[in-house]
């Protein structure tokens, strides 16, 4: 289903409205929310709630989308890094209440089973925000993923490692990621797709109207009537 808002503020009071009922709904949920700039003021919002005690994500677990390969938290640049400090920190998430992948493990593939097993045990994802890449990227599930996998290692487009740099004070070469898989995203209970800026305009359009394929992660939208594509109108191309 699309949803259009008037611009970015509208579009961010309206997805976490969205956050807010899944946590007030179940106190405990499983949440998964993305890295980027799109997601910024949604968490200005999620924060400013969570200090007038409007929300309460005490009892929550979020689980990080992904991370670039061998880096953590310490690294300036990385989504953990990020993400605790624009999201985790300020919500006074506790480290029992985080799961995310060790990207520097020297066991990848056996990484990446640890993590979908949690989400197993966890009963799967109460709520999945995703924003899309230039390339029509989810998370890091770049052009050619398979819509049916899990966590996994992936080798970045060039796009990808271009774009990335914005997180980066200095040049960083970035190849590899590890990411969760679009299985994941297809089986969460309510999925959120969000974008927005008139940039984001092409990339939505051949996720809307464009082939279902494995060559564009993002027009998995068009699987299943449920998924939420939620975009200002720039986004939209109006
Ligand atoms: N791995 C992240 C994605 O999770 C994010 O959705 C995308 C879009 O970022 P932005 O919102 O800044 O356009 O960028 C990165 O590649």
Same mark, same amino acid.
């Given at each position: 289903?699309?949803?259009?808002?008037?611009?970015?503020?509208?579009?961010?009071?309206?997805?976490?409205?969205?956050?807010?009922?899944?946590?007030?709904?179940?106190?405990?949920?499983?949440?998964?929310?993305?890295?980027?700039?799109?997601?910024?003021?949604?968490?200005?919002?999620?924060?400013?709630?969570? @200090?007038? +005690?409007?929300?309460?994500?005490?009892?929550?677990?979020?689980?990080? =989308? %992904?991370?670039?390969?061998?880096?953590? $938290? *310490?690294?300036?640049?990385?989504?953990?890094?990020?993400?605790?400090?624009?999201?985790?920190?300020?919500?006074?998430?506790?480290?029992?209440?985080?799961?995310?992948?060790?990207?520097?493990?020297?066991?990848?593939?056996?990484?990446?089973?640890?993590?979908?097993?949690?989400?197993?045990?966890?009963?799967?994802?109460?709520?999945?925000?995703?924003?899309?890449?230039?390339?029509?990227?989810?998370?890091?599930? @770049?052009? +050619?993923?398979?819509?049916?996998?899990?966590?996994?290692?992936?080798? =970045? %487009?060039?796009?990808?490692?271009?774009? $990335? *740099?914005?997180?980066?004070?200095?040049?960083?070469?970035?190849?590899?990621?590890?990411?969760?898989?679009?299985?994941?995203?297809?089986?969460?209970?309510?999925?959120?797709?969000?974008?927005?800026?008139?940039?984001?305009?092409?990339?939505?359009?051949?996720?809307?109207?464009?082939?279902?394929?494995?060559?564009?992660?993002?027009?998995?939208?068009?699987?299943?009537?449920?998924?939420?594509?939620?975009?200002? @109108?720039?986004?939209?191309?109006?």
């Amino acid at each position: 289903m699309l949803l259009i808002h008037k611009n970015h503020e509208t579009l961010s009071q309206a997805v976490a409205e969205r956050v807010a009922k899944v946590v007030q709904d179940k106190p405990d949920a499983v949440i998964c929310l993305p890295s980027g700039n799109t997601p910024l003021r949604l968490f200005e919002i999620l924060v400013n709630q969570h @200090e007038i +005690g409007e929300i309460d994500f005490s009892r929550c677990t979020f689980v990080l =989308l %992904d991370e670039w390969l061998d880096m953590d $938290g *310490q690294d300036e640049g990385s989504c953990r890094y990020w993400i605790d400090k624009e999201l985790l920190n300020p919500l006074g998430f506790q480290p029992e209440q985080i799961i995310a992948f060790d990207a520097k493990s020297g066991d990848l593939p056996g990484e990446c089973e640890r993590v979908n097993q949690k989400i197993k045990e966890l009963g799967g994802f109460d709520l999945v925000v995703l924003g899309v890449g230039m390339n029509g990227h989810l998370a890091l599930n @770049e052009p +050619g993923t398979p819509f049916d996998c899990y966590a996994h290692v992936s080798a =970045l %487009d060039p796009m990808t490692a271009e774009v $990335g *740099q914005k997180y980066f004070t200095k040049q960083t070469p970035l190849t590899e990621g590890i990411t969760l898989g679009l299985r994941h995203f297809l089986e969460a209970r309510e999925l959120i797709v969000m974008a927005s800026g008139e940039a984001k305009a092409p990339v939505m359009k051949r996720a809307l109207e464009g082939e279902v394929s494995e060559d564009f992660p993002a027009s998995l939208v068009q699987k299943d009537e449920k998924i939420l594509v939620m975009l200002d @109108e720039a986004a939209a191309g109006n």
